[in-house]
């Protein structure tokens, strides 16, 4: 009976809260009651069939079930072992903490079951996960007025500002407060003592990464009728009409052996092809361990096709490995950032294809991991191995000609250079006089 109760009281805060949605707030989805509460990021609310996804926030996860307080127990007892098992294969990966059964905890003090929640949305653009689920925020009544939990369980250090998948367009100053307020006073998982993830400034660097392709792809395309975010419900529901077209495609790919796939949703998914011999190695060559970052692709789209064992709803076609972006981290200096542009030169060529271009001019792109001034020559290389990978050189006489010292200038910068391809004692170099050559691309 109380189940029938709770769904009828559901029903008719959904009402309310459609015309709120039309009428007051136009982030609002509406309010509800809660059903449970999965984890510190995670609830179920009657009325709704998919759980609340809380947006901007990442609690770490927690033991479930019959043995869950005898599994954090164990946790307990050595957890740097533990720790030191659960991120043997990746530095990144999520786990069971006890700062996880914390947060838990935090979260079913602000959620009993049977409250009323407040949900929104953060852009009408997108309104549901890789799962399906709602992504929201959420609020809860604290002294007779709603309060925004994602930002309180920053505050109260169960998570950092999560920006993986986007920053919060509407709360992002909000975010960074209550992070900066967390770290300060040592909070949850910025304590010294947290038995938590040991490396979330790395995380952090990561998140902030793919954050910041999403905003380059909002400020370079997101008004072009062509340029699509995989991610985005409206964008997604675009591509029907974009077919047969040629259109440039965002989002987080994963590495197939030869496809590149971007996810909508677990069930709705494109797949990036590259047509011509040689192309998608040079491309996974390119871009690195940069699997499940975010990427541009420009190409052809065509309707839903099988592709390997995989059936996908759209796909599109790449000719030419130039018209591929990424951002490269270098692993040897933790989350630089690198941005490689969508168009390139037509005659570009990847720096270490260089030896194979002797004696031709050329415009080479690459990232200038080492340079050298010996008084008479400086030297800018894009591998440690400078003694037989491209080098480019520039004489003492032509100092001068730049602003700043070009082993200032282009050291961990990404550079398009145009000239001729020399051969130095077995290596290949560019000789270069000045500016008019060189430029950087990030």
Request: proline share 4%; net charge negative.
């Amino acid at each position: 009976m109380r189940h029938l109760v709770l769904h009828a009281v559901a029903a008719l805060l959904l009402a309310c809260g459609s015309l709120l949605w039309a009428d007051e707030n136009p982030y609002l989805v509406g309010e509800y009651i809660v059903e449970s509460v999965a984890d510190g990021d995670t609830i179920r609310v009657v009325g709704v069939d998919e759980s609340i996804r809380f947006l901007c926030i990442d609690t770490e996860e927690c033991a479930k079930g019959p043995g869950a307080e005898g599994a954090v127990a164990a946790m307990v007892r050595d957890y740097a072992r533990y720790v030191k098992e659960q991120t043997r294969n990746d530095p990144f990966a999520k786990f069971d903490t006890p700062l996880g059964w914390e947060a838990k905890s935090f979260a079913e003090e602000w959620f009993p079951k049977g409250s009323v929640v407040r949900i929104e949305i953060d852009s009408p653009a997108r309104r549901t996960g890789y799962y399906g689920r709602v992504l929201g925020y959420v609020f809860a009544k604290r002294n007779g007025r709603w309060v925004n939990y994602n930002i309180a369980c920053v505050r109260a250090g169960m998570s950092p500002y999560f920006e993986k998948y986007g920053r919060s367009d509407r709360f992002e100053a909000a975010f960074i407060a209550a992070e900066r307020e967390a770290r300060i006073h040592g909070r949850g998982i910025w304590s010294p003592y947290a038995m938590g993830y040991p490396n979330y400034d790395d995380r952090i660097g990561w998140w902030s990464r793919r954050s910041k392709a999403m905003a380059l792809f909002e400020a370079r395309y997101g008004e072009r009728p062509d340029a699509v975010s995989v991610m985005n419900d409206d964008d997604w529901q675009r591509l029907d009409g974009l077919v047969g077209k040629k259109v440039i495609l965002f989002g987080a790919f994963h590495d197939r052996g030869g496809v590149f796939e971007l996810a909508h949703r677990h069930d709705a998914r494109a797949a990036v092809v590259f047509v011509g011999e040689g192309i998608a190695d040079r491309v996974r060559r390119f871009v690195r361990k940069v699997d499940r970052d975010f990427a541009f692709f420009e190409g052809r789209l065509a309707k839903e096709a099988e592709v390997g064992a995989q059936t996908y709803q759209y796909v599109l076609e790449v000719i030419d490995a130039r018209k591929v972006f990424v951002e490269i981290p270098d692993p040897t200096r933790g989350t630089v950032e690198r941005q490689i542009p969508l168009v390139l030169p037509d005659d570009h060529i990847d720096w270490s294809e260089a030896a194979d271009h002797m004696g031709k001019v050329v415009s080479v792109v690459g990232e200038i991991v080492r340079t050298k001034n010996i008084g008479t020559i400086t030297f800018l290389n894009f591998d440690n191995d400078f003694r037989n990978t491209l080098t480019v050189v520039i004489h003492k006489e032509n100092y001068g000609r730049f602003d700043t010292p070009p082993e200032t200038a282009f050291r961990s910068h990404t550079i398009h250079v145009r000239g001729t391809i020399t051969e130095h004692e077995g290596a290949p170099q560019i000789v270069i006089t000045g500016p008019h050559q060189i430029e950087t691309l990030d």
